[in-house]
């Protein structure tokens, strides 16, 4: 009830900012906000709208699917290992200030503008997050807990997958978090520069036309969508570090 009580505040907040803004300065391309929020269920209405959705999160959910499962395993790795630290960490580092979204030109000369492109840059953009949280988390596991695995006969992959991925798992679901709200971004910076469907393709598409009103509308939807996603994150979070210390004094203080 909490979070639902300050989101509202702040939804509101933001429309009254957003009404005042209109009214003073008096643009065409600012249109007030209940006029591009009445443009949300005309957009939700057209079957080709609904598909430009759908492809955004199919394409957003299989290269945070990937990037996920990638980055946990390397990061845990490089946690555990100093070798395959040193040997990845200067490439990591060389890779993670460069915009994902600069990448794209590159990626369609070499992949074309459908599919392969987007999802790969937003698997670049999930990817380091990711690891790098997986990777601060292993290096965080209590070494006596590793010792007595491995003095109790456990192996080196057993340890990794028994000991020190559930012992690194707080840490890795805020990479994991990050790691969902750069994916939502890169989705649609890559739609926004290789056009061919999508929530950004949509986006561009009514500024192209000068649908101001329809373009605020797609912006308010990719909001939402990102607060959804989020909300969806939490309970699962939620759900596997119930264990959690830190997850049970959030869960009693009704936050």
């Keep these: 009830m909490k979070r639902v009580a300050s989101t509202l505040l702040a939804v509101a907040f933001l429309i009254l900012c957003w009404e005042v803004a209109h009214r003073s300065l008096g643009l065409a391309a600012l249109p007030g906000p209940f006029t591009a929020l009445a443009q949300l269920p005309v957009i939700l209405g057209e079957p080709s709208s609904l598909n430009d959705i759908f492809q955004s999160l199919r394409r957003m959910a299989i290269g945070y ?25 200067p490439l990591l580092m060389t890779i993670y200030p460069v915009p994902k979204g600069a990448l794209m ?12 492109s987007k999802i790969l840059v937003i698997f670049l953009g999930v990817s380091l997050p990711v690891i790098f949280h997986s990777m601060q988390g292993a290096r965080s596991v209590n070494e006596v807990v590793v010792w007595s695995a491995a003095a109790m006969g456990m192996g080196r992959g057993g340890q990794l997958l028994r000991v020190v991925l559930p012992s690194a798992l707080p840490e890795i679901f805020i990479g994991l978090r990050t790691g969902l709200v750069l994916a939502l971004i890169t989705m649609v910076t890559s739609e926004i520069v290789a056009r061919t469907d999508g929530i950004g393709n949509l986006l561009f598409n009514s500024l192209d036309m000068a649908l101001y009103d329809r373009m605020f509308g797609a912006i308010v939807l990719i909001a939402a969508m990102g607060y959804f996603l989020d909300l969806g994150f939490d309970r699962v979070r939620a759900f596997f570090l119930s264990w959690s210390p830190a997850q049970q004094s959030l869960g009693a203080s009704g936050g």
């Design 65 to 89: 699917g990937l990037a996920a499962v990638f980055g946990i395993c390397v990061g845990l790795m490089m946690g555990r290992s100093a070798v395959f630290a040193h040997l990845l960490n």
């Design 105 to 116: 030109p590159i990626l369609m000369i070499w992949l074309g503008v459908g599919d392969m």
